[in-house]
């Protein structure tokens, strides 16, 4: 008996816009579009993926479930994604080594501090 971690999957007004903002965010690749579905992978054959699914409604209340990415350089990264459209939020979170972003449709992400190198 096993288990694969297929996706991740976001719920999205629109699936294809959200999916595309994404794509260029992790500079992913698209492996499925469709009027309601757009799924994206680290490559064509990596799992797990993100999947955008079509919902009517609004995002009513803060994510339950989040991503947390370390980057590289994060002070870089925040800038880069800013710039792409994403948005500082402020969920509650204080004074921390992390920074609380939403993308184009409010759902929140942490960009987390360097890791340290030993």
Known sequence: MGLDWEQITIDAKNPALLGRWWQRALEWVVVDENPDEFEIRS??????????????????AKNRLHLDF????QEIEVDRLLA????????GQGEQSWIVLADPEGNEFCVLSERSKH
């Not at 993926?49 to 079509?54: M, N």
């Not at 370390?70 to 350089?73: L, Y």
């Not at 792409?84 to 969920?91: C, M």
């Open 84 to 91: 792409l459209g994403a948005a500082r939020v402020d969920i």
């Open 43 to 60: 490559a064509p054959d990596q799992l797990p993926g993100l999947l955008f699914v079509r919902v009517s409604g609004e995002k009513m």
């Open 70 to 73: 370390r980057p590289e350089h």
